[in-house]
């Protein structure tokens, strides 16, 4: 959602777009953080405590957004960027392994459903904030998500918890020729080529959308939409992204996870050398496709990890897979900044499509013991 807030928190505190869109970067690599260190911590204390910690933070960092002044305004990096990215990559980790152990026999499906609301808040939030900016300020809007973030995310941690030792749904037999039968620690995942393959794949899959994420709606403006288009456009990659989440990892379930992968890999690729000439409808086009890629990328490969290393240790395996996710958030903002000449991002979608074709490499290179199972 940081594309609506971008432009009102930039006029805020004096800043150009630049430092602002960093601001993106940072809650996105902060995430990642959030990621390990919620998926290490609900392995041991269970999700409730994690969920209800990462809550705190969430709202915490959106209300002390609140009180950032012109005078200070790196503070955002730490208000924004550090708390309340660090709180939502805990609270997302523990849904999402939460989720996966309540339906081993739905994983992909299940994982869907959890980072598809994850995507889909961008659908509810992102006109909100839009108005919500435009008639109270930026200071006042922080500090109603904040409180609001705060209450209801608080609430909800309350009900989270893991099923009891042994859980199996009525009728599933789990079948013992899958890797996944084995349960991965950290320490021995990180010794295998599936890890990196991972990784890495995750990390050259998504370049696009992080180029995209920041500078949507001023790049939106520049191919011919109006604000209220832009804006709209908004809430269109986050429809876009909620479905992506949803029916990939539902496809993955029976086409297999590799295949699901190559096929978001070669949506985003052509998505993107699109993107070099598009205008108006059809940028409007690749920027959903771009967004359903992002999305998809999310379920698929959390229910990859799952199968390739267990549910057991499913937090902190996940979130590490996810520094691939980070890296790519933090790097591909940067440099094409560098590459961005007279407002053209030709040489950034030259490069982030041949990062997809070698996520597709890499993808081809995986074991994939989903497949296997059948």
Same mark, same amino acid.
């Given at each position: 959602?940081?594309?609506?807030?971008?432009?009102?928190?930039?006029?805020?505190?004096?800043?150009?777009?630049?430092?602002?869109?960093?601001?993106?970067?940072?809650?996105?690599?902060?995430?990642?953080?959030?990621?390990?260190?919620?998926?290490?911590?609900?392995?041991?204390?269970?999700?409730?405590?994690?969920?209800?910690?990462?809550? !705190?933070?969430?709202?915490?960092?959106?209300?002390?957004?609140?009180?950032?002044?012109?005078?200070?305004?790196?503070?955002?990096?730490?208000?924004?960027?550090?708390?309340?990215?660090?709180?939502?990559?805990?609270?997302?980790?523990?849904?999402?392994?939460?989720?996966?152990?309540?339906?081993?026999?739905?994983?992909?499906?299940?994982?869907?459903?959890?980072?598809? %609301?994850?995507?889909? =808040?961008?659908?509810?939030?992102?006109?909100?904030?839009?108005?919500?900016?435009?008639?109270?300020?930026?200071?006042?809007? *922080?500090?109603?998500?904040?409180?609001?973030?705060?209450?209801?995310?608080?609430?909800?941690?309350?009900?989270?918890?893991?099923?009891?030792?042994?859980?199996?749904?009525?009728?599933?037999?789990?079948?013992?020729?899958?890797?996944?039968?084995?349960?991965? =620690?950290?320490?021995?995942? !990180?010794?295998?080529?599936?890890?990196?393959?991972?990784? *890495?794949?995750?990390?050259?899959?998504?370049? =696009?959308? /992080?180029?995209?994420?920041?500078?949507?709606? %001023?790049?939106?403006?520049?191919?011919?939409?109006?604000?209220?288009?832009?804006? *709209?456009?908004?809430?269109?990659?986050?429809?876009?992204?909620?479905?992506?989440?949803?029916?990939? %990892?539902?496809?993955?379930?029976?086409?297999?996870?590799?295949? @699901?992968?190559?096929?978001?890999?070669?949506?985003?690729?052509?998505?993107?050398?699109?993107?070099?000439?598009?205008?108006? !409808?059809? /940028?409007?086009?690749?920027?959903?496709?771009?967004?359903?890629?992002?999305?998809? %990328? @999310?379920?698929?490969?959390? @229910?990859?990890? @799952?199968?390739? /290393?267990?549910?057991?240790?499913?937090?902190?395996?996940?979130?590490?897979?996810?520094?691939? /996710?980070?890296?790519?958030?933090?790097? *591909?903002?940067?440099?094409?900044?560098?590459?961005?000449?007279?407002?053209?991002?030709?040489?950034?979608?030259?490069?982030?499509?041949?990062?997809?074709?070698?996520?597709?490499?890499?993808?081809?290179?995986?074991?994939?013991?989903?497949?296997?199972?059948?």
């Amino acid at each position: 959602m940081w594309s609506v807030f971008r432009g009102p928190v930039a006029a805020h505190l004096n800043w150009d777009m630049g430092a602002a869109s960093l601001t993106s970067s940072v809650m996105l690599f902060t995430f990642v953080f959030g990621l390990i260190l919620g998926g290490y911590a609900q392995d041991k204390l269970g999700p409730q405590k994690v969920t209800l910690t990462g809550s !705190i933070l969430i709202g915490a960092g959106m209300i002390l957004t609140a009180f950032v002044t012109e005078s200070l305004p790196w503070l955002i990096y730490v208000t924004y960027g550090i708390i309340a990215g660090f709180g939502v990559g805990a609270v997302y980790m523990c849904s999402v392994a939460t989720m996966q152990k309540w339906f081993p026999d739905k994983r992909g499906f299940a994982s869907g459903m959890i980072v598809c %609301s994850f995507g889909f =808040s961008l659908v509810v939030f992102a006109p909100l904030a839009n108005i919500m900016l435009s008639n109270l300020g930026v200071s006042a809007t *922080f500090l109603i998500f904040g409180i609001s973030f705060l209450i209801v995310c608080t609430a909800c941690s309350l009900l989270i918890k893991n099923p009891p030792p042994g859980y199996l749904p009525a009728g599933f037999t789990p079948i013992k020729a899958t890797s996944s039968n084995r349960q991965f =620690s950290p320490k021995e995942m !990180i010794k295998t080529k599936q890890f990196y393959l991972l990784l *890495f794949g995750i990390l050259f899959t998504l370049p =696009s959308y /992080f180029i995209l994420n920041p500078v949507f709606l %001023s790049l939106g403006t520049v191919r011919g939409l109006s604000t209220e288009l832009a804006v *709209f456009g908004v809430v269109l990659t986050g429809i876009s992204s909620a479905v992506g989440r949803l029916t990939v %990892s539902w496809v993955s379930d029976k086409i297999g996870r590799k295949a @699901a992968m190559i096929s978001i890999s070669v949506i985003i690729l052509c998505a993107t050398l699109l993107m070099i000439g598009s205008e108006s !409808i059809l /940028f409007l086009l690749c920027i959903m496709l771009i967004s359903f890629g992002f999305g998809g %990328s @999310a379920s698929v490969y959390s @229910a990859m990890t @799952a199968d390739s /290393f267990g549910t057991k240790y499913g937090g902190t395996n996940f979130g590490l897979i996810m520094i691939g /996710f980070g890296v790519s958030a933090l790097i *591909f903002p940067m440099i094409s900044n560098r590459l961005t000449i007279g407002g053209s991002f030709t040489s950034s979608f030259i490069l982030a499509s041949a990062t997809c074709v070698v996520a597709i490499i890499l993808v081809l290179l995986m074991d994939d013991p989903h497949k296997k199972s059948k």
